[in-house]
């Protein structure tokens, strides 16, 4: 079996006070008891994360196939500038937001963006600098100095993704990872 992955991501490259909106975030999970208040080894990779807790069987859309057996089954909370990706090595497609073209197959660059020097993506096409947010992708990816990743856990209702669009206040990206 491999792991997948959905992370739930801010609009925004750099989120303003993301460690005090993740606390936030966090303990609002907590309250609705979704995940668990003490950090676990129930994450891929290095870390800790918050195991997933009874009241998430509210927030899902399958709660039979909630992860509870599972050792990965955790939510880990990402506070650094990140890009989320599908776990997939490729972008179907990647539509310029200024002149619609399709340069998913182009040889275009994320390293400004990761290094934090700008928040743009320049279009190997047009040469027109844009937000990294106003292209499409798809698979859909997510980029931001914040997330949230569900290990392992069946898809969200959409009033907990309704909820994160309120608690964070701004449009939020979902992305799926599988492994």
């Known amino acids: ?62 709660p039979k196939e909630l992860p509870i057996e599972l050792s990965v089954n955790g939510l880990e909370i990402t506070t650094e500038r990140t890009v989320f990706d599908t776990g997939e090595n490729f972008t179907e497609q990647l539509i310029c937001p200024n002149c619609q073209e399709d340069i998913a197959f182009e040889d275009w660059d994320l390293e400004s963006w990761s290094s934090e020097k700008s928040d743009d993506l320049t279009c190997n096409a047009c040469g027109v600098q844009s937000n990294i947010h106003s292209y499409t992708f798809e698979p859909q990816m997510g980029f931001s100095n914040l997330g949230f990743t569900f290990w392992n856990w069946p898809e969200l209702k959409p009033e907990i993704l309704k909820g994160f669009e309120e608690k964070l206040n701004c449009e939020i990206d979902i992305v799926y990872r599988h492994l």
Do not use: F
Not at 5 to 22: C, F, H, M, Q, T
Not at 46 to 58: C, H, L, V
């Open 1 to 62: 079996m491999s792991d997948y992955s959905i992370s739930i991501v801010p609009r925004l490259s750099n989120y303003p006070e993301n460690e005090i909106k993740a606390k936030e975030i966090l303990d609002w999970l907590i309250s609705l008891d979704i995940v668990e208040a003490n950090p676990t080894d129930c994450i891929l990779g290095e870390g800790n994360g918050y195991a997933i807790s009874q009241g998430a069987m509210k927030v899902v859309a399958h």
